[in-house]
């Protein structure tokens, strides 16, 4: 083939200049401290998250009066803002395909015999695989997400009240455990039994029926997948409280990619060899990491998450949203990320190093096929986290635009009337 | 703090015109509340729940009550948690159990160490001589509670609360407990207005089929709708007022004009300057990500390209190796 130096000069020359070249670009970007932006502390008064929250307060006397009802205005044009406001509240929900359970709401019935017989049943000893799916009350799934976030960079753990349904297993509430060190021993659990008991019992008073059904923990920056400690203590917990799940939440995550970062999981039974290699989403996980994460990733299986909620919840999220709005357009992910955002990026350059260190050793030997795809994987592996990387920072921009474009452009028109 | 100093306005819903009946239960208008509460949505959904499944589980709707608990500093109460209180009714008195929630209590302390007993919760419509019994009860486990009701069944499209906390008047010469309403907003964190954004709108399947900026852009587009809404009651309020339609409320008026006065703050040289930093860092990371994804693509290429062409000086050469 003219004209294509397909020989090694091309592949030299990416290995040898290009990634060397992205790397130290990375090391670069990860030498960069959160404190450069000036606004970040610019107005105490003003918190966390600079031009951000100054909108959100320039946004705050006006939401009290754009909320106001006592102006006659506002009852005249009602009628309208009703179907303008509708038009936004359908966006927001376009895809709620959760059942939203009718107006008896049966699924927060516990019925102890039909509980019993379940559970006397066992079906699940019969295949290791035979819960599936995951029902999470809006309840469970705010409680743990706030209980993760008030953890801050430490693992946090509670455990999980609710019942099973067929292939299903239903949360219905989570309450926190005051247990830590979750990464560091087996059964964590165990210094917390008399408050498990004594908080089931007292729950029992106030029409919470519910029996454990799980425990969950968080890993603030680092995913949702099943440690090696995690691992056994559920495999401990499948042995003795079954039916038991295990929940995994990232608070940092969460906020970082906008979306809750969840993971529901189940371990397979010693010995037992799952029937197909059911690979879930790729995650990215930090180098000092992904050991624990590659011995042990074939001893469990992922559980599909959905969520339910009452009629009542839907209604109070409904109006929460006419309030919340305001923290939408306010809020400042870069700002409120760029600890973990730069802790992202420096595990990216350590893991572009790797790669380029693994494929100039390959390099100077005459490659065979099958080492180039174990470095190719390395490769592609780092590709594929910084381009999850590149996208949460595009995002992050994208909201400062759009409020850059709102606020700031004022002063210009004004100006510009004034000259002409 | 102009949002607090209005209890007038109706950041409390429709539903807490007191009726004749209970106008003794409410101070007087002049009176205005002493703290102010910020309220986390986390606790709206457990009462909520609480409601939910009582009801679910009694077959009818019942009266709730709970504690509130959260974190006090200086005149802003912060109300983070909740759990539910147990209680007794005789004859329509209602007495909390008082063993249960000091039982309650100690379990909270464990786990939320930084938390204090800030007041109670109850659900139903209008406040009642019997909410004021029980106020006077919890204010045995703290002092000066703050009462939070949640009507449940209520109709307005507005969130249906009200938080009140308690004075004592002198009414007939004899000291009694009266109402007075506060006014609140809701508190912002940011893992939990993710948690409500995805619980209110997620959806069963994981949406593979829509891209992640689209998703994005939806939220805000939303908010900006929301935005563009209100500024246009507003401008239309003005207007009104310009054509003298409608009488000026000087109040209104102010708080419009000082809200037009922030913006031009916002417009600050040195805030362009950050701005023009950060957009310039962002950019930096997408140039490495689009770099190492080119170099990756690269190297695959040329890997297949290898595979392909040079097979035959490969081969050569490995036969010189083994031979």
């Known amino acids: 083939m003219p004209g294509i130096c397909a020989d090694k000069d091309a592949t030299f020359c990416v290995r040898n200049r290009v990634l060397p070249f992205v790397t130290v670009l990375s090391k670069v970007i990860s030498g960069w401290s959160p404190e450069k932006y000036c606004f970040g502390k610019m107005s105490s008064e003003a918190q966390t998250s600079g031009d951000g929250n100054v909108v959100g307060e320039a946004a705050g006397p006006s939401s009290s009066l754009l909320a106001s009802e006592d102006s006659q205005v506002v009852e005249e044009s009602l009628e309208m803002s009703e179907d303008v406001s509708s038009i936004p509240l359908r966006n927001w929900e376009l895809e709620n395909m959760i059942e939203s359970v009718n107006s008896s709401d049966d699924i927060y019935k516990y019925d102890q015999k039909a509980q019993q017989d379940m559970l006397a049943a066992k079906p699940w000893t019969k295949d290791p695989h035979y819960f599936k799916y995951v029902k999470v009350s809006a309840l469970a799934l705010l409680k743990m997400v706030m209980h993760a976030r008030s953890g801050g960079n430490l693992e946090v753990m509670g455990l999980m009240l609710g019942k099973i349904d067929g292939e299903n297993m239903l949360v219905m509430d989570v309450f926190a455990l005051p247990v830590e060190g979750t990464e560091t021993r087996v059964n964590a659990q165990a210094a917390a039994y008399e408050y498990m008991a004594a908080y089931i019992d007292s729950a029992k008073h106030v029409g919470r029926l519910e029996n454990a059904i799980g425990w969950y923990h968080s890993h603030p920056g680092y995913g949702c997948w099943l440690s090696g400690i995690d691992v056994s203590t559920q495999l401990l917990n499948q042995q003795f409280q079954e039916p038991f799940l295990a929940i995994v939440i990232d608070p940092t995550r969460t906020i970082s990619a906008g979306k809750v970062n969840i993971g529901a999981f189940r371990t397979y039974p010693k010995g037992y060899k799952p029937p197909d290699d059911t690979s879930g989403e790729y995650q990215t996980i930090p180098l000092n990491k992904i050991e624990d994460f590659g011995v042990h990733c074939k001893q469990y299986y992922a559980l599909e998450i959905s969520y339910f909620k009452s009629a009542l919840d839907k209604r109070l999220l409904e109006s929460l949203w006419n309030k919340y709005w305001v923290s939408t357009l306010s809020s400042s992910s870069l700002l409120t990320n760029a600890d973990y955002m730069t802790g992202q990026i420096v595990d990216l350059s350590e893991k572009l190093e790797n790669a380029e260190t693994q494929l100039n050793r390959i390099g100077s030997m005459y490659s065979f096929d099958a080492h180039d795809k174990k470095s190719e994987d390395k490769l592609s592996k780092a590709t594929k986290d910084s381009k999850k990387l590149t996208i949460e920072g595009i995002h992050g921009l994208m909201s400062q635009v759009i409020k850059d474009q709102l606020f700031n452009k004022i002063n210009l028109r004004e100006i510009h009337e004034q000259n002409h | ?323």
């Not at chain 2, 509130?68 to 007495?95: A, P, W």
């Open chain 2, 1 to 323: 703090m102009e949002t607090e100093s209005r209890p007038g306005t109706s950041k409390e819903p429709v539903a807490v015109q007191p009726t004749a009946a209970d106008r003794s239960v409410m101070a007087g208008a002049g009176a205005i509340g002493s703290v102010t509460v910020k309220l986390h949505p986390l606790v709206i959904m457990n009462i909520s729940d609480h409601w939910t499944r009582l009801r679910a589980q009694e077959g009818k709707p019942k009266p709730v009550f709970g504690a509130l608990i959260g974190k006090q500093t200086g005149r802003i109460m912060e109300i983070m948690n909740s759990f539910e209180l147990q209680y007794t009714e005789e004859n329509g008195v209602i007495t909390i159990n008082t063993t249960y929630y000091y039982t309650k209590e100690e379990q909270f302390k464990q786990v939320f160490k930084d938390l204090d007993f800030l007041g109670w919760y109850g659900s139903g419509g209008p406040p009642t001589e019997s909410d004021v019994q029980i106020h006077q009860q919890i204010c045995t486990f703290t002092e000066s509670p703050i009462f939070l009701k949640l009507n449940p069944q209520a109709p307005s499209t507005d969130l249906p609360l009200s938080v009140y906390e308690s004075v004592i008047d002198v009414a007939d010469g004899t000291a009694v407990t009266r109402l007075v309403a506060l006014s609140y907003t809701l508190a912002t964190e940011e893992a939990e207005r993710i948690g409500v954004d995805h619980v209110a709108r997620v959806s069963n399947v994981s949406s593979a089929t829509e891209s992640l900026a689209s998703e994005h852009l939806n939220s805000q587009h939303s908010s900006i709708v929301m935005l563009h809404h209100r500024i246009k009651l507003l401008l239309e309020y003005i207007n009104a007022v310009k054509e003298d339609k409608l009488p000026r409320d000087h109040e209104i008026l102010r708080l419009i004009h000082a809200l037009c006065h922030r913006l031009p703050v916002l417009g600050s040289h040195q805030l362009k300057e950050d701005l023009h930093d950060q957009y310039n860092d962002v950019m930096l990371m997408t140039y490495l990500g689009v770099m190492s994804k080119g170099s990756q693509t690269m190297n695959q290429f040329i890997s297949k390209f290898n595979v392909l062409y040079d097979r035959q000086s490969a081969a050569r050469r490995l036969r010189g190796l083994f031979m």
